[in-house]
């Protein structure tokens, strides 16, 4: 399993990844999730992958071989005009290596199946993220509807609902990604550090800050560890449970 999320901001955008990949308890690895484009001054595009590892593999390594040599049948994500067309052509990429998989293979479709999260910017457009699902077709993101998750996402759902706020600086909302990671990570042992971050600023063209925040780093920690106490702390500031007395629970 994996978790990934995709966070809009009025600012751009923060990428956030896990690295963990399992099938079983005994065999656990760790691969990359997190792949960027980029041609400075005219585009940056980031690409988050959950799912079946061979699939994801196998688009992402499509998506990079094209760049090296496009042709009008297989087009170059570098050189196509807008966010919606690149979304489109991961769209029908993830389903056609979905497809090739599954009639190669002797199980279902869905041993096969992957989900992307995908966003940047192209020249004039918008900051843009979308939500590939595995038939192809995609959404996508608006300030009604500001992030995206993919893989184990239940456990760190509740924090980003809660806590998000457009007008928040990037460092607020990595803070806010790393609690909801965190929640993910205590709660499912299929999601685990090192997470990888991409902070795409609107407007700038390039790919941003990325970095790898790893098991031992002491932020990470640090927010961890306050964000349990501070949960203790506010869960015993709540009013205590009564039960009620004799005479109320023979009037319900």
């Known amino acids: 399993m994996t978790y990934c999320v995709g966070l809009m901001l009025n600012t751009g955008i923060v990428f956030m990844s896990d690295t963990r990949t399992n099938s079983g308890v005994d065999n656990i690895s760790t691969f990359r999730k997190m792949f960027t484009w980029e041609v400075p001054g005219d585009r940056s595009i980031t690409l988050m992958t959950a799912g079946n590892l061979a699939t994801t593999q196998s688009v992402v390594s499509l998506l990079r071989e094209r760049t090296k040599e496009p042709s009008e049948r297989h087009p170059d994500i570098l050189g196509m005009s807008s966010m919606f067309q690149v979304a ?37 457009g918008e900051p843009c993220l979308f939500l590939i699902y595995p038939e192809g077709n995609f959404i996508e993101a608006s300030f009604d509807t500001p992030f995206f998750q993919i893989g184990e996402t239940k456990y760190g759902r509740p924090i980003l609902l809660r806590a998000y706020d457009q007008d928040m600086s990037f460092e607020e909302a990595i803070k806010l990604l790393i609690v909801s990671f965190d929640s993910t990570i205590k709660a499912n042992l299929s999601v685990s550090l090192p997470l990888d971050v991409h902070v795409y600023e609107a407007g700038s063209l390039r790919n941003g800050r990325t970095f790898r925040v790893k098991e031992d780093d002491p932020y990470f920690n640090d927010v961890s560890n306050g964000w349990g106490a501070a949960l203790k702390d506010a869960f015993g500031q709540l009013s205590d449970f009564r039960f009620p007395d004799a005479d109320d629970e023979n009037d319900r």
């Not at 290596?97 to 989900?115: L, M, P, Y």
Request: proline share 0%; aromatic share 2%.
């Open 88 to 124: 489109g052509h991961v769209g029908n990429l993830l389903r056609d290596v979905i497809a090739t998989h599954a009639e190669a293979g002797q199980r279902a479709d869905a041993a096969f199946n992957a989900t992307m999260i995908l966003g940047g910017q192209i020249g004039d």
